[in-house]
């Protein structure tokens, strides 16, 4: 008997050996790996203890046949039947292991795998691994730009760990955090991404600033910021960041050689690369100077130099790429040239529609347009702007396609139409300074927090640096209010010196605004004023008031009487039924009051009066 119980022992032992050679030659996740190799060497002994005993009991029981029978069965308990239950443990933790390198291994080239081995990751019994999956799947709807179902998935997952202690569903938030900053961020809600933003660092904050895993998610975090900031204006604050990543990462690099083949912070430090080309593009924009372009264009080549690290890389690296080559080519106006490599990408960017479209119609309308091709440069305007709502589009460049559209319909003698997306771009300019002012206050206020954090520190070096630091934030407080109250109350004697010490980029953003402003129809309101404008063009009344004396030589009050005098004589000339209409019923038309008022004006402006110039045909003719 005992000898059927060994080897029914010696039987599970094999057993468990194979199935854990069978998980080594999967080449699973080196952790998993080490922890097979554990279990495969006690196997071992456990079968080399079984035909040990097997052999001690064969000896023995020519004597003792009744004990060794016991004793087999005994045995062949324990050491037979025991690995099938701590093998159902390990095979359980080498499937999600395994499950887990499947869906590192899809993250950056098939987004169906991924997903489909996040679902499987899902049904483990640990709570931090089906968090973890469902990150995973959110990631794969990311990248199929489902980011309607992929925002859901990740709030469901923030909000069920929101003040978890252990360190893994910890790690889980920040991930969570970081998906939700890119998901606003593409939709252009810049407010919410700030909002993730600060909540990632919050997380963050509470692990050890030592710990490699803090330095590398610190790294990415400060990659988000830069991106904001590129988002908000802040070229010069955003380059700041990046190079602080930079260095962050070959100091990772140093510290963890095997971070140069990391798949993740490869694409991190690519990232860091192509955002400051992004820099130097937006900043040769802001301060037209060509040069800096060369600057975008060398680390555009940089980053795409880099990924060759990367094993998988896919065709999208190259399209995105040659895309940012093309755009280059762009603002050197250098348009035959910029069509010419569009044409000649066209198959490449085919494959990438979601990543491609909206740059690829952009540049093809402008190019097409300063070649004088308006019907193919419209057809392209429109493409781009029906792209709207539906991707990330970069509002500048939105306003940029909305006017040319209504330049082209102006020149082919479509007021209407004009007029049409000449209101489309001033609404669009007003909404880019809302998302811009108010997420200016949230980053100013993030960084007031921070400013309070390091005062907080400093309190503790005595209590003399104590006083010394609040009397220099008095200072500086006192001087800021000092210098907002003569920005809001300006006297005329200081008129001249304010307009130039107004920064050009702002002068002109509010001269673009005037011109679009000039060509909508919100004058004709009689409710409208220098407010109305201002608040428009997200700006105050000052310097609206200070930039139309400058740049109009009148008042805005003998400003807005010219446009609405001249949109009355234009109206005349071209509506036989305006003419008929009577003078109150004119003024009521382009918001006067009253009769009175309009009369003046017109007179003041023409050198007779309303009726006067219906009356006279010469007038009408001209």
Request: net charge positive; glycine share 4%.
């Amino acid at each position: 008997m005992y000898e059927l119980h060994l080897c029914t022992s010696i039987f599970n032992q094999l057993y468990c050996i194979l199935m854990q050679i069978y998980f080594v030659r999967m080449k699973i996740a080196k952790s998993t790996l080490c922890f097979t190799c554990k279990a495969y060497l006690l196997s071992v002994i456990s079968l080399v203890i079984n035909v040990l005993f097997f052999w001690i009991l064969h000896a023995f029981s020519k004597k003792h046949r009744n004990f060794a029978s016991f004793g087999g069965v005994v045995f062949s308990f324990f050491w037979g039947i025991t690995p099938f239950s701590s093998f159902a443990q390990t095979t359980e933790n080498q499937k999600v292991e395994y499950y887990y390198s499947k869906a590192i291994e899809f993250s950056h080239s098939n987004s169906d795998s991924l997903i489909f081995y996040a679902k499987k990751i899902q049904l483990s019994d640990n709570k931090c691994d089906r968090m973890k999956g469902l990150l995973y799947e959110a990631r794969g709807l990311y990248i199929q730009n489902n980011l309607n179902r992929c925002k859901k998935i990740v709030l469901l997952v923030v909000n069920d760990l929101n003040g978890s202690e252990d360190d893994c569903n910890r790690k889980n938030l920040v991930d969570g955090y970081r998906r939700l900053f890119y998901i606003y961020k593409n939709e252009g809600n810049y407010e919410k991404a700030l909002f993730y933003l600060l909540k990632r660092k919050e997380v963050l904050e509470t692990f050890n600033p030592k710990e490699e895993y803090y330095q590398r998610n610190i790294f990415y975090t400060k990659n988000s910021e830069a991106i904001l900031k590129i988002k908000l204006g802040l070229y010069e604050e955003s380059l700041g960041l990046l190079k602080e990543s930079y260095k962050l990462s070959e100091s990772l690099r140093l510290l963890n050689p095997s971070y140069e083949i990391d798949r993740n912070f490869a694409h991190g430090k690519i990232h860091v690369l192509n955002a400051t080309g992004d820099v130097f593009l937006s900043l040769s924009k802001k301060n037209k100077t060509r040069i800096l372009l060369d600057s975008a264009e060398y680390y555009y080549k940089k980053a795409f130099e880099y990924s060759n690290v990367l094993t998988d890389r896919s065709s999208h690296t190259e399209a995105v790429y040659r895309m940012r080559e093309i755009n280059v080519l762009f603002e050197k106006r250098n348009y035959e040239m910029a069509l010419d490599n569009l044409r000649k990408y066209d198959s490449l960017f085919k494959n990438y529609p979601s990543y491609i479209n909206k740059t690829y119609y952009r540049i093809k309308a402008m190019s097409l347009r300063n070649n004088r091709n308006n019907d193919s440069s419209l057809y392209f305007s429109k493409k781009y702007i029906g792209l709207f709502g539906s991707e990330e589009i970069n509002r500048d460049n939105l306003t940029s396609i909305y006017s040319n559209v209504a330049k082209i319909y102006q020149e082919k003698g479509k007021a209407d139409s004009a007029l049409k997306y000449s209101n489309l771009a001033l609404e669009n300019l007003k909404k880019i300074d809302k998302i811009k002012v108010n997420t200016l206050i949230g980053v100013h206020d993030s960084e007031k927090r921070d400013f309070k954090n390091k005062e907080h520190q400093e309190e503790k070096r005595g209590s003399d640096s104590k006083t010394g630091y609040y009397l220099l934030i008095s200072l500086v407080f006192t001087s800021v209010v000092f210098i907002i109250y003569f920005l809001k109350k300006p006297t005329k004697k200081h008129k001249t010196e304010e307009k130039k010490n107004l920064p050009k980029e702002f002068e002109e953003k509010i001269l673009e605004g005037i011109l679009l402003f000039e060509k909508s129809d919100l004058y004709l309101s009689s409710e409208f004023n220098i407010n109305e404008l201002a608040n428009h063009l997200g700006t105050n009344s000052t310097y609206i008031s200070m930039i139309i004396n400058s740049y109009k030589q009148k008042s805005f009050k003998q400003y807005l009487a010219e446009l609405r005098i001249n949109y009355v004589i234009h109206k005349l000339k071209t509506d036989s039924k305006f003419a008929k209409y009577s003078i109150v019923s004119i003024a009521n038309e382009v918001g006067y009051k009253n009769a009175s008022s309009f009369t003046r004006a017109f007179k003041n402006l023409i050198g007779i009066t309303p009726s006067e110039f219906i009356k006279n045909k010469k007038y009408m003719e001209l």
